[in-house]
């Protein structure tokens, strides 16, 4: 099923549609390893084909996208709703809950109908890649295996809260999703300064960067910019026709970042909120 769910997703990413759950989404919550990942996808299906992805991205947030043909399906927009609203049903528990989903749909003019609100803005951007990515002026190297440490230690010391390890990026790696993936990781002299996680859904498709962090004993150097011109130039390097990615709008440097390494802003988004 997971597989399924995975290639459902790429086969929906286009540059043409709203920002919307990405298979590296999946690709990154792997490293909580594959059953715990399968017990937070959902898929709903229509005469046996998959419409419908969602990741329970903690207790109370869901993650999730509809397939672009089925958009304005009343039908399938109603049980939707109905699923996600209902606790019993398994989707998202009672209380304050949050749902991610693309803007425009059917679903999403429901949920609003029934009572749930906006929840703060996150700002997407995205870098076309249809030119070649100029050189990032650092150091950056592609992390295997055998380094996995190094690229965990940068996300740790780049995320106050990170659980990342060694292990767990050996569970993502394992992942299918990974196949498509790659770890970057800058250096300020023989230190590791900024990593990132890189995952393509395809040639001729969009692809997302998931995570990117700079270490906090680095900042300030401009190795955030360098290694998402880095970043940019993998995904290129795997077929892919843009590069994507989406931070809170209250982390103004986080946008600052990406417009810097040539990401162009897109209109912020929200989640729903019950």
Request: net charge negative; glycine share 10%; hydrophobic share 40%.
């Amino acid at each position: 099923m997971l597989d399924e769910a995975v290639h459902a997703l790429r086969e929906w990413q286009h540059d043409d549609l709203p920002f919307q759950l990405h298979p590296g989404d999946l690709g990154w919550y792997w490293r909580f390893g594959a059953e715990a990942t399968a017990a937070a996808v959902r898929t709903w299906r229509s005469d046996g084909r998959i419409v419908a992805v969602g990741l329970l991205d903690g207790a109370d947030l869901l993650r999730f996208t509809i397939a672009p043909d089925a958009r304005a399906d009343e039908d399938l927009a109603r049980r939707l709703a109905d699923d996600i609203c209902t606790p019993e049903r398994g989707v998202l528990p009672a209380g304050t809950v949050y749902v991610e989903s693309p803007r425009g749909t059917r679903f999403q003019e429901l949920m609003f109908k029934r009572g749930w609100q906006s929840d703060e803005p996150w700002t997407p951007l995205r870098r076309d890649l249809g030119a070649p990515v100029a050189d990032p002026g650092v150091r950056i190297e592609v992390i295997g295996a055998d380094q996995a440490a190094v690229h965990a230690g940068v996300i740790r010391a780049s995320f106050e809260k990170s659980t990342f390890t060694e292990e767990r990026w050996h569970a993502m790696a394992a992942g299918s999703p990974y196949a498509d993936a790659r770890c970057l990781v800058a250096f300020d002299g023989e230190d590791a300064a900024a990593a990132v996680t890189v995952w393509s859904a395809g040639p001729g498709r969009p692809g997302l960067i998931e995570p990117m962090g700079v270490h906090h004993d680095h900042r300030g150097k401009g190795f955030g910019r360098a290694i998402t011109v880095g970043a940019a130039s993998a995904l290129r390097e795997l077929g892919s026709s843009s590069a994507l990615v989406c931070t809170p709008s209250s982390n103004a440097g986080a946008v600052a970042t990406y417009r810097a390494a040539g990401f162009d802003q897109l209109p912020e988004v929200h989640d729903q909120r019950r």
